[in-house]
């Protein structure tokens, strides 16, 4: 089965090193306002999820969420979380640290949309 949401080796490897200073961490795709369309990283239960969001998936054991409505325009897509060097959105976790948390995406294949 084809994941939803993914992340690159660089992406999780960084993850990882959050997850061990600030404990367990948190997705959502931002949806465009404040900090441009980026996957924002939270730790778990800081951003409150509620019934107009969608688990994609998870990524290292970090779940990735999306509100239902970005996630139609995003549904064609698996979606490939990397990180980059730079300044990131001022409300993610990782701003501090020099890098960011980025979206990459590739089109869904005619086989891989007809298994959803």
């Known amino acids: ?6 992340a690159t080796e660089t992406a999780i490897a960084f993850l990882e090193t959050l997850k061990d200073k600030h404990g367990p961490l948190m997705f959502h795709q931002s949806g465009g306002c404040c900090d ?3 996957p924002m990283c939270y730790q778990a239960g800081e951003f409150l999820v509620g019934d107009s969001d969608i688990l994609l998936g998870t990524i290292a054991d970090t779940p990735f969420y ?3 409505v970005q996630y139609e325009y995003w549904k064609h897509t698996q979606i490939i979380v990397d990180v980059v ?4 959105g001022m409300f993610s976790i990782e701003g501090p640290e020099g890098k960011r948390f980025l979206t990459r995406s590739r089109v869904f294949t005619e086989e891989e949309r007809a298994a959803f």
């Open 85 to 88: 060097d730079g300044r990131g």
């Open 66 to 68: 999306m509100s239902k």
């Open 36 to 38: 441009g369309s980026s």
């Open 1 to 6: 089965m084809v994941e939803k949401v993914t």
